[in-house]
């Protein structure tokens, strides 16, 4: 039996929803690490932040020890300790088997000093250097602040 045109206009407005949407949520699949949506915030202050999920799928354990920002940021790996941002002496851990979860609560990346303001609905490239997966070259999707 063929499609009508109006069963054959439903059926294509369903693939589109479908569709994997821009902007949302991507993972890169590197080595045993898993890296889940890097993100910033807009900001227009000369500081930003970043967040992801890294999960180590690995039987040893790994770190985060380096970042880099095309907006031409100093960068910092940071922790909050008792509401207080702490820098962090030398990396992320990345325990094996588990999934670490970069927020404003908890560990995050900040960059300083940056020379090309984030802003919504752009993406700026950065790399991700791990102590024992190497570089992984990411982009970071810009959303507004919350």
Known sequence: MPLSRTNVL?????????????????EIKFGNLVVVHPWSRQ?????????MKIANHGPEDDRLVAVTADIGAQVILCDMKE?????????????????????????????????????????FGGTLTFEKAGTLKVDFEVDEPE
């Open 10 to 26: 439903v059926l294509a407005l369903l693939l589109a929803c479908l569709a994997p949407v821009p902007g949302r949520a991507h």
């Open 83 to 123: 509401g207080a941002m702490v820098p962090l002496a030398d990396a992320i851990p990345l325990p094996a088997g588990k999934t670490v979860e970069l927020n404003a609560k908890s560990f995050h990346i900040m960059f300083l000093d940056v020379k090309s303001a984030p802003v919504a609905g752009t993406e």
């Open 43 to 51: 900001s227009h202050s000369g500081e930003s932040d970043a967040y």
